[in-house]
């Protein structure tokens, strides 16, 4: 299943000169630095061998408890590193409040500020191949790692993950910080079904036209299963902002995929696209439209928010 995917076009590959190998040059460590290349493809080649093994196994069953925790592994390690180099700048600011000009002080700071800068080095290539695996992970499954405790960030997110509420949070309270949106959001329900060909490509041409309209969008969805898949491995391949705003079913039962079009609305969308049932018509024969992209819709239009109902042609 996932070997299919491998082709899109990744946002790590476009860049040959990078800020971690700028960073890594000037820390003046005799022992050379992986390249940011050698660590994406670290973080790819850890992610597809595991997915390799686990593959019709009876492992299976566990893929995504296992393709999490080797992303969250890196994720954990880059904070710790992280943390090491917050204490390290603790005692670069002590120091430097305190320098006494002796050369014994000089030298503290000097280790304190090489102990600083390598630290951030660590945290980086920890982040770079926590997000290279990640990327692998997205493509491969359609599933979307989120990070559980601290926010994820770093340079190279392909789609930052961002929970419904936290950005509409933001939204709300108009605070700047990773949880907001940042621009205009174009929210997205389609089938479960919906994964033929016909579909992705007719899903695609709509979120190239939304992108097309609204350069610095950001997409929400669900995350359910099919169409929604395909729409998050296009903000992976498109490097677009995803807002996942989950269904909760342990709190909301049956209704929890229509309580997650309330989210969607809360996010004040500029646009809202569904494709309720598949267009491929062997599919599509004898099934009832998708109820939860239905109701999106018309959630859409009771609030005055653009609706448009992926077709065969688009108008």
Known sequence: MHSSNTALTSPFAQKSDSAFNDLTASLGDRRPHPTEEALVQLGRALMTELLDVISDTALEDFQTLLGEALIGAFHSAAGRIEREADRARDVMRRLDRDFDGSEAADVELQEATARGRAGDAATRAAETIRDAAAETWTVATG????????????????????????????IRNRRAGEADPGGPVVA???APTADSRSDAARIFDALNWALAEWPDMALATTGAKGAEKLAIQWASQKGVKLILARADFDAHGKAAPFRANDDLIALEPTC???????????????????????NLGQKAMEQGVQHLAVKLRMH
């Open 143 to 170: 599933e979307v790692w989120t990070a559980w405790r601290r926010s994820r960030r770093g340079a190279h997110l392909t789609a930052a993950q961002l929970e419904a509420k936290q950005a509409i949070r933001a």
């Open 188 to 190: 997205f329900r389609g």
């Open 272 to 294: 809202c696209l569904t494709l309720a049932r598949s267009l491929d018509e062997a599919r599509a024969a004898g099934g009832r439209p998708f109820g939860p992209a239905l």
